[in-house]
């Protein structure tokens, strides 16, 4: 099953105007945003209720959308 979801992970992963790495955590692919920091990107980690497991690529379309809403606003 492990192979499964790294043959669907996206390597890069289109957010907020940015091209991010998909193949990391959410938490690390989240810190090479402008002014998201390892804190930041955990604290929005954790308010969004995603394992920390959890890579950029893996999420569908509307996970993404809604955390973009979601650092929108803070």
Same mark, same amino acid.
């Given at each position: 099953?492990?192979?499964?979801?790294?043959?669907?992970?996206?390597?890069?992963?289109?957010?907020?105007?940015k091209?991010?790495?998909?193949? =990391? +955590?959410?938490e690390? +692919?989240?810190?090479?945003? !402008?002014g998201?920091?390892?804190?930041?990107?955990?604290?929005?980690?954790? !308010? +969004?209720?995603?394992?920390?497991?959890?890579?950029?690529?893996?999420?569908?379309? +509307?996970? =993404?959308?809604?955390?973009?809403?979601l650092?929108?606003n803070?």
């Amino acid at each position: 099953m492990a192979e499964t979801q790294t043959e669907q992970t996206r390597k890069i992963v289109r957010f907020m105007r940015k091209d991010l790495p998909g193949d =990391v +955590s959410l938490e690390r +692919s989240l810190t090479r945003l !402008k002014g998201i920091g390892p804190s930041m990107a955990r604290a929005i980690r954790m !308010k +969004s209720g995603l394992p920390k497991e959890t890579r950029l690529g893996d999420l569908d379309q +509307s996970k =993404v959308e809604f955390l973009i809403k979601l650092i929108e606003n803070v």
